[in-house]
């Protein structure tokens, strides 16, 4: 069969998800070490923002003003596939030779080593978050 590496899956949206900013902490060796990190997605800023890296994955935020794009030509993660889902807002996602709009609760895998870009074609502000299975960017990256 032919594959695409756009695939639509909608998901209801939870930008209304009462995420609140909290720590929790587990005791080991009588020292304690947070565990959980939360963030709330829509007061962590504007532009790129890295949320959390472990040793396998990252979590990342992107937000996009109206006219934005990612950047002028197509990134690529060489060694990261990266899994991103528009939380609000419109984008057109080029991935590889394929375009699609995407529009609030739409994810999108994008295998490592494959060229994409976004851009926000909406009349809002457009709020994407991403999983990146390898990190992908340093610990503390931020842009915007």
Not at 58 to 86: F, V, Y
Not at 124 to 140: E, G, I, K, L, Q
């Amino acid at each position: 069969g032919e594959f695409s590496l756009i695939s639509r899956t909608s998901y209801e949206s939870f930008a209304d998800a009462g995420i609140r900013g909290a720590s929790v902490t587990r005791m080991q060796s009588s020292e304690a070490f947070s565990i959980m990190n939360l963030t709330h997605i829509f007061a962590a800023g504007s532009g790129f923002r890295v949320l959390d890296t472990t040793e396998r994955s990252q979590t990342g935020l992107l937000t996009l003003a109206p006219g934005e794009s990612t950047r002028e030509k197509p990134s690529r993660h060489d060694d990261s596939d990266q899994t991103l889902i528009l939380l609000a807002g419109e984008l057109r996602a080029e991935i590889g030779d394929e375009q699609a709009v995407m529009q609030d609760g739409d994810a999108v895998l994008i295998p490592a080593k494959t060229p994409h870009r976004f851009i926000n074609t909406g009349r809002s502000r457009a709020t994407t978050f991403s999983v990146y299975a390898r990190p992908a960017f340093p610990p503390n990256e931020k842009s915007g």
